[in-house]
């Protein structure tokens, strides 16, 4: 069953503007990673959040964390046409390195 | 450099044949996963393994076979292949500790099942 749920599905900007992404799940966490995902590549990591901590930030990325709401954003700031790619949530609820992903948002960053 | 590495990138087989897909990393990892991605279903857990003769089953693993003799290889193999086991497959490895958190995944395979 899915854990996390990307918000929205898709998402179309252009260069140089901002793109958040959201996400929210259901049951409690050790911590949540967002990963990214080239078309026709496999997955890559990009920031872990713990679930102790309520904001990350890595480079031109951004993450936030609420866990009274379930819910998690993704900020990445100054977009480039190379970002374009889909972003998954995945969370850690404790499973002995198991993870849950979400279903992804496709992001797509015009020049 | 450590990698993970997937074979074939590509395969096309027929409905029920047995199919073998391989994965091997050369980072030392003791954790190991199998995903498969369909559209509608994000990344779904077939199986996965903690360490040499450990298997486990994930969330879709009916149909689907694991094994693990040592460290750096975990093959998926499909025992009689389905139309419904057509899709990209994924593996993943992590290590055992806390940044194991962090998977690391491989390029993926293309399976078409006729």
């Known amino acids: 069953s899915q854990q996390g749920e990307e918000d929205p599905q898709a998402l179309s900007i252009q260069e140089g503007e901002n793109a958040t992404m959201n996400c929210s799940y259901k049951?409690?966490?050790?911590?949540l990673q967002w990963y990214r995902q080239n078309s026709g590549r496999g997955l890559v990591h990009l920031i872990l959040?713990?679930?102790?901590?309520r904001e990350k930030h890595s480079g031109r990325l951004r993450v936030t964390l609420d866990t009274s709401k379930k819910s998690s954003s993704l900020l990445i700031t100054a977009s480039r046409a190379a970002d374009t790619a889909s972003y998954f949530c995945?969370?850690?609820?404790?499973?002995?390195?198991?993870?849950?992903f979400g279903k992804g948002t496709l992001l797509t960053v015009n020049p | 450099d450590a990698e993970i590495t997937q074979s074939p990138r590509h395969k096309i087989t027929e409905t029920g044949r047995q199919v073998t897909l391989a994965c091997h990393q050369t980072?030392?990892?003791?954790?190991m996963f199998w995903y498969r991605q369909d559209l509608g279903h994000g990344l779904r857990l077939i199986h996965y393994?903690?360490?040499?003769?450990?298997?486990n089953k994930g969330e879709v693993s009916d149909g689907y076979s694991v094994s693990r003799s040592n460290t750096e290889d975990l093959p998926l193999t499909l025992e009689s292949a389905a139309s419904s086991q057509t899709s990209v497959y994924f593996c993943?490895?992590?290590?055992?500790?806390?940044?194991?958190?962090?998977?690391?995944f491989g390029p993926g395979t293309r399976l078409l099942v006729l």
């Open positions: 993943a490895s992590s290590d055992r500790t806390r940044d194991g958190e962090t998977q690391y």
């Open positions: 049951t409690s966490i050790n911590n």
């Open positions: 959040i713990r679930s102790n901590e």
């Open positions: 995945a969370t850690d609820g404790g499973s002995n390195y198991k993870l849950t």
């Open positions: 980072w030392n990892h003791n954790n």
């Open positions: 393994s903690y360490g040499v003769q450990d298997t």
